[in-house]
Each structure stands twice: as structure tokens, then as C-alpha cells.
């Protein structure tokens, strides 16, 4: 018997499923937590993760007109109809100085989950990186050798889409990788493509002026990220336990208050661990976000709290992504 294609089996599922979802959204109205990354305008995004300042307008304000908005370390219990949260991961510059003015503008609340270890670095992130020295460099030796004690792997970098072959094939080693491999594998490639690190202020972290900023609104919660934005699940719980906690007694060291909400880089469920759930719990987070698709509803695990990723959709497109998302 042929194998049913892996899209027509989503697709049987979406039919016997929403049914059963819709009913259980009237028991209890659900929360749709969005998961939001960067809102500037970028000449190239690989990665996905910008939305343009008019756009992320135009979506806060259909959000403001057509739906609840809570904030993500609320208790939604009390939640009389299907309302939403809004969410940033990483700590972009951008969400204090393109964000933050959009939002107070809209009356929008969110949730800024922060990676400590980049905050005043002016540094690009590692995948920032990645993306300037294998896919914007001009000139590239034909091939590189990754050496590592506990990996070895060539690629070639001739064309443009060995380059893009070689750019996804690393990103993905580098998600799996501890903040030490991924430093050392970065100053192999610099070392190989003759660059150095770079300030940037095209895609750096917040400083740490920025973050006070950033936190000073009343509609602004935030959240902590991890040190080094590492997979958790790729992690001893020893070193779980200091990403998690570290970022939490920085963040709060900064900022003078708790800290009582975190999220898990990536986020996909084999991105962390029931060690990752339980170490959050014992920090003394009250909620952590994950980076999967589903509603949250008061049965809904507060360590493990789906989310959608929203792309630079235009209005009318994230007003359909949104309907959708009340059902998967």
C-alpha cells in the first residue's frame, strides 16, 4: 500500500481534529500566544525573522480592534472569550527602538524574552554571522573543512547554492552546538574567510540602556532566554540549570525586579527537556513559552505554552493565519 503523503495526513488530521478543537474552545475560550522575533526593515532575511515596521502596524492594530489582548504572565483563567498574547524571543535592539514606539502607539501589551549574554555586546548574533561571512562575502576558498574533536564535515562553497546548501547545513550543527563549539567553529570560519568579528548595529542585541528603555513601559513585561541562546536539550542539566538561572539573575540584577516568565531557545519540543521544564519550575519561573502551534487553555502545561511564529505577512494575511490558528 503507497505510503499517504506526509501533507495529506496534516491535512486529515486538520478535518477530524477542528471539530473536537472547536468544541473544546467553547468549554474554555483559548489564548493564542504570538512569538514575534524582529520588526525593522532588512535588505536580507534568511532566517525569516523580521517583520516591517508597517506591517507588524497594521497586525497590532487588527489585533487591538478584533480580539482580547492579555499579557503572557497573567492568569487566564478568568478569560471570558478567545483573546491573545503577544511575545518577542531574543533581545534584538529593534524591539526597544522599532517595536516598543508601535506598540505604545497601538496599546498593545507584550512579552520581551531576553538572551542575557548578548545584551551591550553590539555583536551580531552567531546566525547574523553565519549569514555574513557564507552568504554575503564575495570572495570564498571552494570548499570548507569544519574540525572539531567531536565533528568533521566538509562542504563546498563554489556556486551560490552550495553556499546556501553549506549556510542551512551549519545552522543546523550550530543549533545543536554548546556555546563553545559554536565559538569555535565561528573563528574557524572567520579564520577560513579572512573576516573578523564585526559591530553591527543592522542586527545586534539591546544594550543595556536599551533594556531599561524597553522595560520602562507599563504595557512591557520581560522575560528571561537563556545566557547564550543554547538548545537546552543538547545541554548537561548542569549546564541547563546555569543557562536558566544565570539569565534570570541577570536580567533581574539589571532591572530590580523578578523575573517570572522564560522561554526556551527554539522551542521546539526536542529543543528542551523534562529536565529544562523542571529547572524552570525550580528557579522560580511561573510560566515558560515554547515555540510550538496550539491554544493554551487552563489544562495547558504553564512550563510548556505553545506559540505561533508570525511572519512579515501583510494584514490580510495574518488575519487568516489568525482564524487558523484558533483550531491547530
Known amino acids: 500500500m503507497t505510503e499517504i503523503a506526509p501533507k495529506f495526513r496534516r491535512s486529515l488530521r486538520s478535518l477530524f481534529c477542528a471539530p473536537w478543537k472547536h468544541l473544546l474552545n467553547r468549554i474554555d475560550p483559548p489564548v493564542i500566544v504570538l512569538v514575534y522575533h524582529r520588526v525593522t526593515r532588512l535588505a536580507s532575511d534568511p532566517e525569516m525573522l523580521a517583520v516591517t515596521p508597517d506591517n507588524f502596524r497594521a497586525q497590532m492594530r487588527h489585533l487591538k480592534e478584533t480580539v482580547p489582548l492579555v499579557r503572557f504572565e497573567e492568569e487566564w483563567t478568568k478569560v471570558a472569550r478567545p483573546a491573545v498574547a503577544i511575545t518577542f524571543d531574543d533581545g534584538y535592539a529593534d524591539n526597544a527602538l522599532e517595536a516598543l514606539p ?3 502607539e497601538v496599546g498593545a501589551p507584550a512579552t520581551f524574552f531576553v538572551s542575557t549574554g548578548s545584551i551591550g555586546t553590539s555583536l551580531e548574533f552567531w546566525w547574523h554571522e553565519l549569514e555574513r561571512i557564507i552568504l554575503e562575502k564575495q570572495s570564498l576558498p571552494p570548499g570548507f573543512t569544519l574540525e572539531d574533536g567531536s565533528c568533521c ?6 556556486s551560490l547554492g552550495e553556499r546556501q546548501e553549506f549556510y542551512q547545513g551549519i545552522v543546523r550543527l550550530m ?3 554548546d556555546a563553545g563549539s559554536r565559538n569555535n567553529w565561528l573563528k574557524q570560519l572567520r579564520s577560513w574567510a579572512g573576516t573578523e568579528e564585526e559591530d553591527t548595529d543592522t542586527h545586534r ?3 543595556v540602556d536599551e533594556l531599561h528603555l524597553l522595560a520602562g513601559s507599563r504595557l512591557v513585561t520581560i522575560g528571561a532566554h537563556t545566557v547564550t541562546h543554547s ?3 543538547s545541554l548537561s542539566p548542569e549546564a541547563q540549570q546555569e543557562e536558566i538561572t544565570a539569565s534570570k539573575r541577570q536580567l533581574e540584577k539589571w532591572l530590580g525586579r523578578e523575573i517570572s516568565a522564560f522561554s526556551y531557545p527554539f522551542g ?4 528542551y527537556t523534562k529536565d529544562s521544564v523542571a529547572l524552570c519550575r525550580q528557579a522560580g519561573f511561573a510560566r515558560a513559552a515554547a515555540n510550538f502551534p496550539g491554544q493554551a487553555h487552563r489544562w495547558t502545561d504553564p512550563y510548556q505554552i505553545p506559540r505561533h511564529l508570525v511572519r512579515n505577512w501583510p494584514v490580510e494575511t495574518f488575519a487568516l493565519k ?3 490558528f484558533w483550531t491547530r
Do not use: Y
Request: proline share 4%; glycine share 4%.
Open 175 to 177: 543549533n545543536d552546538a
Open 231 to 233: 538548545r537546552l536539550s
Open 268 to 271: 521546539r519540543r526536542s529543543d
Open 153 to 158: 564535515r566538509n562542504w563546498p562553497t563554489g
Open 102 to 104: 508601535i506598540l505604545e
Open 205 to 207: 542585541a539591546m544594550t
Open 322 to 324: 489568525l482564524r487558523e
